[in-house]
């Protein structure tokens, strides 16, 4: 059976598994889209103020470890999201 959505988003939601990132990476670059990591990095480019492209696949850093180094290494930018107040940054979860 195939697994479905709240509100039918299994209609329009796309889920590809790939066992590695070497091949998620292979996929992303064979289809044309940019793989851009989404973590708290002091080299990370506040989201609001970066042009994101029409097309592109977005990887959030899993929640207490974030990205791995393979997926910071491929992605052609690392972006935060902009918390404010004393929380330092969203739940991974809620940003997704």
Avoid: K
């Avoid at 329009?12 to 973590?39: K, N």
């Avoid at 029409?54 to 972006?79: H, K, M, N």
């Amino acid at each position: 059976m195939e697994p479905t959505g709240a509100m039918v988003t299994d209609r329009y939601q796309h889920v590809r598994h790939h066992p590695t990132v070497e091949d998620f990476v292979a996929w992303a670059q064979d289809a044309g889209l940019p793989v851009l990591g989404v973590d708290l990095f002091p080299d990370s480019v506040p989201l609001e103020t970066f042009s994101l492209p029409r097309d592109c696949v977005l990887v959030f850093g899993q929640e207490g470890p974030g990205l791995s180094d393979q997926i910071r290494d491929a992605a052609a930018a690392t972006l935060s999201i902009a918390q404010f107040g004393s929380t330092r940054s969203i739940n991974a979860g809620v940003a997704v």
